[in-house]
């Protein structure tokens, strides 16, 4: 898999003393500066644009061409026809190719697909084919993309950074309601679509300009020459840079044969069916329930400003705490969110069960992407975690169609929020069966335990 690199002494790198060569530019101020500039794009990219504002075209989009609320979110069941293939690709791409120009062409071919709804007439299939393209164009800022260009300038700071990308998100979340809202009260739904792809193109280029820059290929080679002996054994696994074909995919079918990867798998899978259920109906549910369009938009910016919260709670929380325990008592939240839903009617109870829903959406995603790293480490953080959204997107994707289907069959919610709730409970067990996550140090010389099932120098156990 290439040549050995033989590691410096600390006091050739400039490292402080005690800490690891290649590590002395991990944790820096030039971390924190990439962060700032994976953040910002976050914050404009089509998964916080088009994620967090996808429920308030609901009702306009019904109203302008008569389609049915299922048909509508049907859209995102259809990516699971592709996603797989996509999320793949960005897991191969954020191991093999260098990642500022990548997100250079994921920026400007996402911006461009948010206009182009701005196009749209009454065919319900030209719809679906934008909804469906974005899993393309949108591949380069991605959120595997930065958190694979974030996770290569951290390591004990790991958590928190995840957390604060993903807390970027949320930022987005809180914003874009709001100025969705806006333009559609203003001028319409088509203008509310071009101002979407306007903001992703000249926020996220900004950033990627001034702020983000790769960590040098020598600390990289470096850190991963003294990796933990768990993280050198799942690193064995990936394939040299240049290798293609059966080479170039066999470390994603090594991680199909582990207990571990299909344990996450499922947690990840109960809790996206259970949130597909209600976040991308969330705003349609209120709209049911009377509450008018102005609020709706408060209340959506609500479940953002509760998703920064938690994603810097998970983040701060996975540097201190283990993190499968964070796993099943996350699950708490939204089961409770849901039953609050289920049972009551008013605006003071939407409004905490949309802050509950929220903390706890928040929490997942840095979590998820922290328990990968912390597993299988840095050199296939890309593909596990691909193969991990593969898993998500299946939950996500079609929980909102069933939700509509089932709306549209009883004609409000109370099925789905049931739904949600049995998945919610299922992913608290499904968290309490992952194994242990020890704390690993990538970057430097120590060999700490490996996770709970594996043996020191092995990979996980096969299925």
Known sequence: MGAAVTPAPPEATGAAPGQAAG????????????LA????????SVPALFGSTFGLFMVPLEKAFGWSRGAIAFSLTLTIAISWVSVLVAGWLADHVRLKPLLAVGIVLGAANLAAFAAMAGEITFFYGLV????????GASPLILSKTVQGWFDRRLGAALGILFACASVGAVLHPLTVTAVMTLAGWREAFLAMGAMALAGGLLARWL??????????????????????????????????????????????????????????LLFAFGSGCIMVHFAALLHDRGVPMGQIGVVASLIGASMFAGNLLAGWLADRVDPRRMAYLLMLMPLAATLLLWLGHG?????????VLG???GSDGSLSHFLVRHYWGSALYGQASGTQMVITALGGGTAPWISGLLRDASGNYQLSLMVAAGCFAAAVVAGWCMPKADRADPAGPASP???????????????
Not at 37 to 43: A, D, E, S, Y
Not at 132 to 139: D, H, K, N
Not at 449 to 463: F, I, L, V
């Open 23 to 34: 590590a002395a530019d991990l944790d820096s101020p030039a971390s924190w500066r990439v």
């Open 359 to 361: 903390l706890s959406g």
């Open 132 to 139: 469906v393209a974005l899993a393309f164009t949108s591949l």
């Open 211 to 268: 702020l983000v820059r790769e960590r040098p290929a020598a600390a990289r080679a470096v850190a991963a020459a003294q990796a933990s002996p768990t993280h050198a054994a799942q690193a064995a696994m990936a394939p040299a840079a240049g290798e293609t074909g059966a080479n170039a995919i066999a470390p994603m079918l090594a991680l199909l044969g582990q207990r571990l990867w299909w344990a996450m798998g499922l947690w990840n």
């Open 37 to 44: 500039g994976c953040g910002v794009i976050f914050v404009f």
């Open 449 to 463: 335990a490996a996770p709970a099932g594996t043996r020191r120098g092995a990979a996980m156990p096969a299925a």
């Open 347 to 355: 605006m003071a109870v939407m409004v905490l069960a949309a802050l």
